[in-house]
């Protein structure tokens, strides 16, 4: 029984700690005002990043037919950047490895 607690207790308090992704900016890329670009640029800092860098995983217009999946490494400051191709103007973003999710929406 002492066991499971003290197991239980170590699992809530990593868990406590783990980092978590904030999205800075999410904006398309416009060449003229009359031609419709899909290239937007998403931008994030990894709050709390557990090692020196940290594997991000994005998900360009998840639940269309055609999800498109991106990875990229935050740096030591947690900061990380990469453009992208969306046509609903959303985004799924989260570490790797954890299926805790932010989503994203183009402004």
Not at 63 to 74: C, D, E, L, M, V
Request: charged content about 20%; overall charge positive.
């Amino acid at each position: 029984m002492k066991n499971t607690i003290s197991l239980l207790l170590c699992f809530f308090s990593v868990s406590a700690f783990s980092a978590s992704v904030k999205i800075t900016s999410f904006t398309q890329v416009r060449i003229n005002e009359t031609f419709n670009n899909p290239l937007a640029e998403l931008c994030g800092l990894v709050e709390s990043p557990s090692q020196a860098q940290t594997f991000i995983t994005v998900i360009v217009d998840a639940g269309s037919r055609r999800p498109a999946t991106y990875n990229t490494i935050a740096g030591a400051d947690g900061k990380f950047c990469l453009p992208v191709i969306t046509y609903r103007g959303i985004a799924d973003v989260g570490i790797m490895g954890e299926k805790k999710t932010l989503r994203a929406e183009l402004k």
